[in-house]
């Protein structure tokens, strides 16, 4: 079987590139001064890069607070990985990495990356079983349970951040930060990395308090930050806020604008059911076209 590129665009115009291209389309190139203050009532996290020092105890709590492969506590204690650029995985729900910053800045530049638990989450919107879900407290949390492996959510994350357990044949989940959500609603304890934090980096609060709090920072140091609370209005808002003082994008957060993602991703996953073609059906047909295109190949030969 002989298979155009063309004709295989086509076939998966519909299925999960359109879930990527709608998920990580910027509605502008910068963030409309307008909050959606839905959720400010919500818990969250302000994160300010500037007090940031690389020590990465928030990444061993949150290894000793999660199901996740349990590391030694030395192992954390090495810093130079912060040099290579990496990503939370299904071993690692947070990581923390040195950024690039301008030679006059006197002090390394370091950033922590973890879900960002937006306020109208594209992951949620994607799962078509309901695995994913906003709590009104402020986690995005997942429930293995229901899960089908269909992995639309880590397609639809504008962050990038959902892992997946491929090496678990018969069991695998999805795997991304949880935000501690049964620590901070049932317990009333702060999530993990934020308790473990030694220099203030981290304030845990209702994101209606953090907001006020970023806006104080930024007004009494203006020097210090870039004049932009990252998270207040991207892609809807989200409940981990971010304040720096370098370009955001080396922080591993995409100039994003401030419609949520999920009016882009609906619109293709209705369309799809509305057409009677489950998404999963899409990757079997995809699968089905790989496989004769290969067979095609080999036969060639």
């Not at 502008?28 to 001064?33: G, M, V």
């Not at 990356?113 to 799962?127: E, I």
């Not at 990038?160 to 501690?180: S, T």
């Not at 140091?221 to 998270?231: F, K, N, Q």
């Amino acid at each position: 079987m002989s298979l155009r590129r063309r004709d295989f665009l086509k076939l998966t115009a519909a299925g999960p590139v359109a879930f990527a291209a709608a998920a990580t389309l910027p509605t502008s190139a910068h963030a409309s001064p307008a909050p959606d203050n839905a959720f400010d009532d919500a818990y969250g996290v302000l994160v300010d890069t500037t007090f940031c020092i690389g020590c990465r105890k928030c990444e061993w709590g949150c290894n000793e607070a999660n199901d996740v492969p349990r590391r030694a506590r030395t192992e954390f204690d090495d810093k130079s990985v912060t040099t290579v650029h990496r990503r939370p995985d299904a071993t690692a729900y947070t990581v923390v990495n040195q950024i690039a910053a301008p030679p006059e800045t006197p002090q390394p530049v370091y950033a922590k990356v973890q879900c960002m638990h937006c306020n109208h989450p594209a992951c949620a919107s994607a799962c078509i079983v309901g695995a994913l879900r906003k709590q009104p407290e402020g986690p995005v949390t997942y429930d293995a349970w229901k899960c089908i492996g269909c992995r639309y959510c880590m397609v639809a994350c504008p962050f990038q951040i959902p892992g997946y357990e491929y090496a678990k044949a018969l069991q695998p989940r999805v795997m991304k930060c949880g935000f501690c959500a049964e620590r901070i609603i049932k317990e009333g304890r702060k999530p993990a990395c934020v308790e473990n934090c030694p220099n203030e980096a981290l304030t845990f609060g209702r994101r209606r308090e953090l907001r006020s709090l970023a806006h104080q920072k930024a007004v009494a140091s203006p020097g210090r930050y870039l004049d932009h609370l990252y998270g207040e209005t991207e892609v809807g808002g989200t409940s981990w806020l971010y304040l720096t003082g370098v370009d955001f994008a080396r922080a591993d957060l995409p100039p994003l604008g401030s419609r949520p993602v999920p009016e882009l991703t609906e619109k293709i996953q209705h369309g799809v059911f509305k057409n009677f073609v489950p998404p999963l059906a899409l990757f079997g047909l995809l699968g089905l076209v790989m496989a004769s295109q290969h067979s095609g190949e080999n036969g060639g030969k």
